[in-house]
């Protein structure tokens, strides 16, 4: 089975869910080592697991084939997540062609074939050389997200698995070698095997006999030679060198309460555990510190939990600015109205108030945007939708939108949820509409969404149908487009 090393904040309950897959979890930290009855295994990883920049989801990194399989595993279990999976290799090897230079983003955008990709100066060697319809050996440094181009560099690297093989002609050792005569064994046999490129010697390479170490290097050298005859071959924009694939999971707020559960087979854990880490980092030494009871005194799990959670929803007051982060099935996120004022907290709800500012046309009720106008949205905890309510200057009703979204989740700063494209108005005299269904399909046929969310998001529209209607007793079905609280 591939072999995988995880790091951050969801380290304990992914290693846990995969070792009892059968995955080899390596360079194991000393705490899951001790968690989980795990061997310390030096081996340079298959694939890697990280947090994503906000930590509310991890990127899986590494060999196709084991980033799959890691996918596969972790869909049945998270299946409430989004899983995004670029269509490019990460440090995929490509012969682009440069189509543009803009001097004032100091930067070439260059054609790979599956997109334009974003070339900034400071990743040239020589920026003068370039020029436009100038074909470049580049490498993927960091992937496309939302609007965001995948960011390229003319700075190639050839990894493998005691070594990498760069570029720019360097000898470099892993800083995770603290041994310095180890070190110094490693550069020397660097600086005697190393011809054009240089090599970076990985964690693995540590205590690795000599004939090992350069059997590989061989290898690496006659992969470099492979490939850079290929590129003068090859027809540009084309893919020259890929075996390592991305796959983005975003974790929901039901997917962080699933790994709560599995995280409390092996450690203790309050309820909340993954929200609070990932939406209130200052929160963190506090959770560290109630599981550290927890240890000691197990049977107060329940009351630490709703200590915590009374804490938490404390710090939400009103007269706080709040910021709506809605984060775009395809990775983008965006702040809408940048802040709203919290005008009424109620019971895992919260209500918020945005001056609207600009022009145009508002969605789904075709009505004008007008100077005065003011909106009135309420989020409620784990709730499928929101709903927002546009006013005139006057307070009169100009219109109603439900956006349809995973479960929401409240932090003290901000309010979190994936928008799930599919959305429903009301106009003020009571026409109501459904928004934008084919895209939700669209991306649940790429894959972003499984199955279940697609099923919770269209029971939810057909919910809101029959409310808005008055097909339904008050409160009827309200709790069915709830996540648990």
Not at 22 to 32: A, K, L
Not at 71 to 83: C, E, G, H, K, W
């Amino acid at each position: 089975m591939h072999s995988v090393r995880v790091r951050g904040i969801y380290s304990t309950a992914l290693s846990y869910i995969l070792s009892e897959m059968g995955f080899r979890i390596v360079q194991p930290s000393d705490t899951i080592r001790e968690r989980l009855g795990l061997e310390y295994l030096k081996e340079s990883p298959e694939v890697d697991i990280v947090d994503t920049d906000g930590h509310n989801g991890i990127r899986v990194k590494g060999l196709e084939n084991g980033v799959e399989k890691i996918q596969d595993t972790l869909r049945d279990v998270l299946y409430p997540s989004i899983f995004r999976r670029y269509p490019l290799y990460m440090n995929g090897i490509y012969k682009g062609v440069v189509k543009e230079i803009d001097y004032s983003k100091r930067a070439f955008f260059v054609d790979i074939g599956e997109e334009i990709g974003f070339l900034p100066f400071r990743s040239v060697d020589s920026v003068e050389e370039l020029d436009v319809n100038q074909e470049v050996l580049v490498q993927v440094k960091e992937m496309p997200k939302g609007k965001m181009k995948a960011v390229l560099t003319t700075q190639l690297s050839v990894p493998g698995k005691y070594a990498v093989l760069i570029s720019d002609g360097s000898v470099r050792v892993s800083k995770k070698i603290r041994d310095q005569s180890e070190i110094e064994r490693l550069r020397k046999l660097g600086e005697v095997m190393k011809k054009n490129w240089g090599i970076l010697w990985r964690t693995a390479a540590e205590g690795k006999e000599v004939s090992e170490l350069v059997s590989e290097l061989q290898e690496l050298e006659n992969e470099v030679t492979r490939m850079l005859k290929l590129a003068k071959e090859k027809e540009a924009p084309c893919l020259i060198r890929g075996d390592e694939r991305v796959v983005e999971i975003e974790f929901t707020k039901e997917s962080k309460e699933i790994l709560d559960e599995i995280r409390r087979k092996v450690a203790p854990t309050v309820a909340g555990h993954h929200k609070y880490k990932s939406l209130e980092r200052d929160l963190s030494p506090v959770v560290d510190f109630a599981e550290r009871i927890l240890r000691r005194v197990p049977d107060i799990e329940r009351e630490i939990s709703e200590e915590l959670r009374k804490v938490y929803w404390e710090r939400i007051t009103p007269g706080r600015n709040l910021v709506i982060e809605h984060v775009k099935l395809n990775g983008e996120v965006i702040h809408l109205g940048r802040f709203g004022k919290i005008i009424d907290v109620r019971e895992n709800e919260v209500t918020i108030r945005r001056e609207i500012r600009g022009q145009g046309i508002y969605d789904g009720i075709s009505v004008p945007i007008e100077e005065g106008d003011y909106a009135e949205t309420t989020f409620s905890e784990g709730a499928w939708y929101y709903r927002t309510k546009y006013y005139d200057k006057d307070g009169n009703l100009k219109g109603e939108y439900f956006n349809i979204n995973t479960p929401i989740e409240i932090s003290p700063w901000r309010v979190r949820y994936i928008d799930l494209e599919i959305d429903l108005a009301r106009t003020a005299d009571g026409e109501i509409e459904v928004l934008d269904e084919d895209k939700i399909v669209e991306y649940r046929e790429k894959g972003f969404i499984t199955d279940y969310i697609f099923k919770r998001a269209l029971e939810t529209v057909e919910y809101l149908k029959k409310r808005l209607r008055g097909d339904l007793h008050q409160g009827e079905g309200e709790e069915s487009h709830r996540a648990d609280t």
